[in-house]
Protein backbone atom coordinates (compact mmCIF):
# COMPACT_ATOMS: atom_id res chain seq x y z
CA UNK A 1 0.00 0.00 0.00
CA UNK A 2 1.88 3.26 -1.52
CA UNK A 3 1.86 6.21 1.27
CA UNK A 4 1.52 9.42 0.07
CA UNK A 5 4.03 10.22 -2.27
CA UNK A 6 5.63 13.97 -3.55
CA UNK A 7 7.84 15.06 -6.89
CA UNK A 8 10.62 16.45 -7.10
CA UNK A 9 12.20 15.60 -3.97
CA UNK A 10 14.32 18.70 -4.26
CA UNK A 11 14.46 22.16 -6.33
CA UNK A 12 16.62 24.93 -6.78
CA UNK A 13 14.61 28.05 -8.34
CA UNK A 14 15.34 31.48 -9.48
CA UNK A 15 13.43 34.51 -8.32
CA UNK A 16 10.74 35.43 -10.44
CA UNK A 17 9.78 31.52 -11.57
CA UNK A 18 7.44 29.53 -11.35
CA UNK A 19 7.36 25.88 -9.55
CA UNK A 20 4.77 23.11 -10.18
CA UNK A 21 5.15 20.45 -7.22
CA UNK A 22 3.54 17.15 -7.62
CA UNK A 23 1.61 15.05 -4.66
CA UNK A 24 0.19 11.80 -4.87
CA UNK A 25 -2.34 10.41 -2.04
CA UNK A 26 -2.14 7.77 -0.18
CA UNK A 27 -4.25 4.87 -2.09
CA UNK A 28 -8.30 5.23 -1.07
CA UNK A 29 -7.75 9.06 -0.01
CA UNK A 30 -9.96 11.64 -1.18
CA UNK A 31 -8.05 14.78 0.28
CA UNK A 32 -5.43 16.39 -0.28
CA UNK A 33 -3.74 19.03 1.83
CA UNK A 34 -0.46 21.13 1.46
CA UNK A 35 1.54 23.04 3.88
CA UNK A 36 4.64 24.98 4.03
CA UNK A 37 7.63 24.28 6.20
CA UNK A 38 10.54 26.93 6.63
CA UNK A 39 13.54 26.12 8.14
CA UNK A 40 13.38 25.75 12.11
CA UNK A 41 9.76 25.94 11.88
CA UNK A 42 6.36 24.07 12.32
CA UNK A 43 4.33 23.50 9.24
CA UNK A 44 1.88 26.08 8.20
CA UNK A 45 -1.38 25.48 6.10
CA UNK A 46 -1.71 26.49 2.50
CA UNK A 47 -5.18 24.85 1.00
CA UNK A 48 -6.98 21.85 1.24
CA UNK A 49 -8.23 20.52 -2.16
CA UNK A 50 -11.35 17.89 -1.97
CA UNK A 51 -13.07 16.55 -5.27
CA UNK A 52 -11.41 19.19 -7.46
CA UNK A 53 -12.16 22.22 -5.39
CA UNK A 54 -10.09 24.23 -3.09
CA UNK A 55 -12.38 23.90 0.42
CA UNK A 56 -10.22 26.15 2.58
CA UNK A 57 -6.99 28.47 2.24
CA UNK A 58 -4.13 29.87 4.77
CA UNK A 59 -2.96 33.25 4.75
CA UNK A 60 -1.26 32.68 1.80
CA UNK A 61 -1.08 35.37 -1.25
CA UNK A 62 -2.92 34.31 -5.18
CA UNK A 63 1.04 33.22 -6.35
CA UNK A 64 0.09 30.01 -4.89
CA UNK A 65 -2.75 27.92 -6.79
CA UNK A 66 -3.27 24.51 -6.62
CA UNK A 67 -5.37 21.73 -8.32
CA UNK A 68 -6.70 18.32 -7.83
CA UNK A 69 -7.07 16.18 -10.52
CA UNK A 70 -9.74 13.19 -11.10
CA UNK A 71 -7.63 10.35 -9.66
CA UNK A 72 -7.70 13.07 -6.33
CA UNK A 73 -3.69 13.73 -6.67
CA UNK A 74 -2.62 17.54 -6.92
CA UNK A 75 -0.52 20.37 -7.68
CA UNK A 76 0.81 23.20 -6.01
CA UNK A 77 1.77 26.24 -8.02
CA UNK A 78 3.99 29.28 -6.61
CA UNK A 79 4.41 32.02 -9.40
CA UNK A 80 6.97 34.69 -9.04
CA UNK A 81 9.34 33.17 -6.99
CA UNK A 82 10.71 34.95 -3.53
CA UNK A 83 13.67 34.10 -1.61
CA UNK A 84 10.90 33.23 1.15
CA UNK A 85 9.34 30.90 -0.93
CA UNK A 86 12.45 28.66 0.47
CA UNK A 87 10.75 26.02 2.42
CA UNK A 88 10.11 22.10 2.66
CA UNK A 89 6.47 21.68 1.20
CA UNK A 90 4.38 19.02 2.66
CA UNK A 91 1.70 17.01 1.10
CA UNK A 92 -1.09 15.31 3.61
CA UNK A 93 -3.73 13.15 2.33
CA UNK A 94 -7.06 12.38 4.48
CA UNK A 95 -10.17 10.38 3.89
CA UNK A 96 -13.68 12.87 3.92
CA UNK A 97 -15.10 10.45 5.69
CA UNK A 98 -13.30 10.06 8.44
CA UNK A 99 -14.30 13.83 8.75
CA UNK A 100 -11.99 14.20 11.81
CA UNK A 101 -9.06 13.79 10.52
CA UNK A 102 -7.65 11.32 13.48
CA UNK A 103 -4.49 10.94 10.77
CA UNK A 104 -3.49 12.56 8.15
CA UNK A 105 -0.82 11.21 6.14
CA UNK A 106 2.03 13.34 4.88
CA UNK A 107 4.24 12.91 2.32
CA UNK A 108 8.19 13.04 2.64
CA UNK A 109 8.10 16.60 1.33
CA UNK A 110 10.07 18.86 -1.54
CA UNK A 111 12.63 20.81 -0.79
CA UNK A 112 12.70 24.25 -2.78
CA UNK A 113 15.19 26.64 -3.24
CA UNK A 114 15.18 30.02 -4.33
CA UNK A 115 18.26 31.51 -5.33
CA UNK B 1 -2.14 35.01 19.70
CA UNK B 2 -0.26 31.66 19.42
CA UNK B 3 -2.90 28.98 18.78
CA UNK B 4 -0.21 25.92 19.76
CA UNK B 5 2.69 26.72 22.28
CA UNK B 6 5.63 24.30 22.64
CA UNK B 7 7.96 26.49 24.84
CA UNK B 8 10.90 24.32 25.19
CA UNK B 9 12.47 24.25 21.35
CA UNK B 10 15.22 21.51 22.86
CA UNK B 11 15.12 18.49 24.79
CA UNK B 12 17.94 16.05 26.26
CA UNK B 13 16.86 12.46 27.63
CA UNK B 14 18.90 9.38 28.54
CA UNK B 15 17.88 6.24 26.54
CA UNK B 16 15.61 4.30 28.57
CA UNK B 17 14.03 6.71 30.76
CA UNK B 18 10.75 8.97 29.99
CA UNK B 19 10.65 12.64 29.05
CA UNK B 20 7.27 14.68 28.89
CA UNK B 21 7.32 17.27 25.75
CA UNK B 22 5.02 20.11 26.69
CA UNK B 23 1.82 21.89 24.41
CA UNK B 24 -0.69 24.42 25.70
CA UNK B 25 -3.19 25.04 23.11
CA UNK B 26 -5.50 28.42 23.12
CA UNK B 27 -9.10 27.98 21.18
CA UNK B 28 -12.27 28.88 21.93
CA UNK B 29 -14.55 25.87 20.18
CA UNK B 30 -15.33 23.05 22.09
CA UNK B 31 -14.96 20.22 18.80
CA UNK B 32 -11.43 20.20 18.59
CA UNK B 33 -8.20 17.54 18.11
CA UNK B 34 -5.04 17.39 19.31
CA UNK B 35 -2.24 15.61 17.13
CA UNK B 36 1.52 14.53 18.11
CA UNK B 37 3.80 14.25 15.49
CA UNK B 38 7.31 13.47 14.84
CA UNK B 39 9.27 14.42 12.41
CA UNK B 40 12.94 13.01 11.55
CA UNK B 41 15.69 14.76 9.61
CA UNK B 42 14.23 13.00 6.71
CA UNK B 43 11.35 15.35 6.77
CA UNK B 44 8.35 13.23 6.68
CA UNK B 45 5.53 13.96 9.50
CA UNK B 46 4.81 10.96 11.12
CA UNK B 47 1.48 10.68 13.19
CA UNK B 48 1.91 9.88 16.64
CA UNK B 49 -0.75 10.41 18.67
CA UNK B 50 -4.45 11.80 18.70
CA UNK B 51 -7.01 13.22 21.67
CA UNK B 52 -10.52 14.46 20.91
CA UNK B 53 -11.74 17.48 22.80
CA UNK B 54 -14.77 15.15 23.60
CA UNK B 55 -12.58 12.22 24.89
CA UNK B 56 -12.70 11.23 28.43
CA UNK B 57 -9.73 9.11 28.58
CA UNK B 58 -6.13 9.83 27.98
CA UNK B 59 -4.69 8.78 24.88
CA UNK B 60 -2.22 6.41 24.03
CA UNK B 61 -0.56 4.34 22.01
CA UNK B 62 2.54 2.06 22.26
CA UNK B 63 5.32 3.83 24.25
CA UNK B 64 3.54 7.62 23.86
CA UNK B 65 0.60 8.65 25.84
CA UNK B 66 -1.06 12.14 25.96
CA UNK B 67 -1.31 14.06 29.23
CA UNK B 68 -4.73 15.88 28.31
CA UNK B 69 -5.59 18.40 30.94
CA UNK B 70 -8.61 20.14 29.47
CA UNK B 71 -8.87 22.87 31.65
CA UNK B 72 -5.49 24.30 31.56
CA UNK B 73 -5.38 23.66 27.74
CA UNK B 74 -2.03 21.64 28.03
CA UNK B 75 -1.47 18.44 25.56
CA UNK B 76 1.72 17.07 27.01
CA UNK B 77 3.11 14.12 25.34
CA UNK B 78 4.92 11.47 27.39
CA UNK B 79 7.33 9.00 25.80
CA UNK B 80 8.15 6.04 27.87
CA UNK B 81 11.26 3.92 27.54
CA UNK B 82 13.12 6.54 25.15
CA UNK B 83 14.97 4.85 22.22
CA UNK B 84 17.84 6.16 20.10
CA UNK B 85 15.26 6.48 17.14
CA UNK B 86 13.13 8.83 19.11
CA UNK B 87 15.90 11.84 18.52
CA UNK B 88 13.51 13.89 15.93
CA UNK B 89 11.45 17.09 15.96
CA UNK B 90 8.25 16.67 17.75
CA UNK B 91 5.18 18.94 16.78
CA UNK B 92 2.45 19.56 18.50
CA UNK B 93 -1.22 20.34 16.48
CA UNK B 94 -4.46 21.34 16.50
CA UNK B 95 -7.20 20.94 14.60
CA UNK B 96 -10.83 22.75 15.38
CA UNK B 97 -14.20 21.94 14.59
CA UNK B 98 -15.37 20.74 11.59
CA UNK B 99 -18.88 22.66 12.16
CA UNK B 100 -17.07 25.94 11.42
CA UNK B 101 -15.86 24.11 8.08
CA UNK B 102 -12.29 24.68 9.07
CA UNK B 103 -9.80 21.41 8.38
CA UNK B 104 -6.32 22.69 8.18
CA UNK B 105 -4.11 21.73 11.05
CA UNK B 106 -2.47 24.73 13.08
CA UNK B 107 1.16 23.81 14.29
CA UNK B 108 3.45 24.52 17.27
CA UNK B 109 6.99 25.26 16.55
CA UNK B 110 8.29 22.35 17.66
CA UNK B 111 10.80 20.43 20.18
CA UNK B 112 14.05 19.13 19.19
CA UNK B 113 14.24 15.97 20.96
CA UNK B 114 17.88 13.65 21.18
CA UNK B 115 18.21 10.58 23.35
CA UNK B 116 21.83 10.08 24.95
CA UNK B 117 23.00 6.64 25.06
Known amino acids: DAGVTQSPTHLIKTRGQQVTLRCSPK?????VSWYQQALGQGPQFIFQ???????QRGNFPDRFSGHQFPNYSSELNVNALLLGDSALYLC??????????????FGPGTRLTVT | AQKITQTQPGMFVQEKEAVTLDCTYD???????LFWYKQPSSGEMIFLIY??????QNATEGRYSLNFQKARKSANLVISASQLGDSAMYFC??????????????FGSGTRLQVQP
Open chain 1, 92 to 105: ASSLEVSSFYREQY
Open chain 1, 27 to 31: SGHDT
Open chain 1, 49 to 55: YYEEEER
Open chain 2, 27 to 33: TSDPSYG
Open chain 2, 51 to 56: QGSYDQ
Open chain 2, 93 to 106: AMREGVETGRRALT
